[in-house]
């Protein structure tokens, strides 16, 4: 898999706002799709927002109308804007990439990729919500 380096993480109180950037190593294919996925302690990951190659946006239903995902082909990078953050949030955020891939179809039906044969994938990066 292709390195990609997630950063913006960290601690918010609920209701404030955090960008979460998703860079991947090396070239940039616009053909990527792309997605941000999230795991919380003892849950299953779940995909959260997707950008796929075609420009279409998906959202799960929890964050519609709060996140926005965008992508900068220039910077080669990905971004999650946060806004109005819940409790629930509070999860281990991993961007991925692939181009054979229609991350939106995981994304508004719940299902899950075979993360291990995804093109990109990143460590993550931890968003945590407390008062």
């Known amino acids: 898999q292709v390195p990609i380096v997630e950063s913006g993480g960290g601690s918010v109180q609920p209701g404030g706002s955090l960008r979460l950037s998703c860079k991947v190593s090396?070239?940039?294919?616009?053909?990527?799709?792309w997605a941000w996925f999230r795991q919380a302690p003892g849950k299953e990951r779940e995909g959260v927002a997707a950008?796929?190659?075609?420009?279409?946006?998906h959202y799960r239903n929890s964050v519609k109308g709060r996140f926005t995902i965008s992508k900068d082909a220039d910077k080669n990078t990905v971004y999650l804007q946060m806004n109005n953050v819940k409790p629930e949030d509070a999860a281990m955020y991993h961007c991925?990439?692939?181009?054979?891939?229609?991350?939106?179809?995981?994304?508004?039906?719940?299902?899950?990729?075979?993360?291990?044969?995804?093109?990109?994938w990143g460590q993550g990066t931890l968003v945590t919500v407390s008062s």
């Open positions: 090396g070239s940039y294919s616009s053909s990527y799709s």
């Open positions: 950008i796929d190659h075609d420009g279409s946006i």
């Open positions: 991925a990439a692939d181009s054979l891939i229609r991350f939106g179809y995981y994304v508004d039906t719940g299902k899950q990729p075979n993360f291990d044969d995804l093109h990109a």
